[in-house]
């Protein structure tokens, strides 16, 4: 049994709230778009830290981090990237994949819009945690917390954040 603290878009914005919701996770997972090599230490500090890079992640995050992820974790097949889309509008660069070999949680960022929906046609969960960082259109910072145990998902949280801390 795992407890994930999942997050996006931070932007370099670093807000001290992360190592309070986080406490008691496992691991940190992001789903892209960092901004430092500085905010990703200090999540990696906090807990070990999984982390795919956005399309607005420069140089020194793109050697420290690939664009897709795909690993097990307590039983379930996990495939993280930044840009991914959403169940019936995944994007043209992982559809194949999904279609091919669908995980069985599929997690990306980059629309700076929270969404926690199953796809009954690929059977699999797919998480967006929204942007935890001040740059963007958005009005509430959120993160994901949840727990796999066994292959599956439970206790899912949404933490909200106001967007200046």
């Not at 999904?98 to 929906?117: A, D, E, N, Y």
Request: with cysteine.
């Amino acid at each position: 049994m795992k407890r994930i603290g999942l997050l996006s878009d931070t932007h370099s914005y670093w807000d001290d709230r992360y190592g309070q919701y986080f406490e008691e996770c496992d691991e940190i997972w992001h789903a892209g778009d960092i901004g430092s090599v500085e905010l990703a230490d200090r999540l990696a500090a906090l807990k070990p830290l999984r982390a795919v890079v956005g399309n607005c992640d420069g140089g020194d995050l793109r050697r420290m981090f690939p664009v897709r992820l795909r690993w097990t974790c307590e039983g379930a097949d996990v495939l993280m990237t930044h840009i991914g889309g959403y169940p019936g509008r995944y994007d043209r660069s992982i559809i194949n994949q999904l279609l091919t070999r669908p995980p069985k949680l599929f997690i990306c960022g980059h629309s700076h819009i929270l969404k926690v929906q199953y796809d009954p046609r690929l059977q699999l969960l797919h998480i967006n945690p929204g942007a935890a960082g001040l740059q963007g259109w958005h009005q509430v910072r959120t993160l994901v917390r949840f727990t796999i145990d066994a292959g599956e998902f439970r206790d899912l949280e949404v933490i909200e954040l106001k967007k200046s801390s």
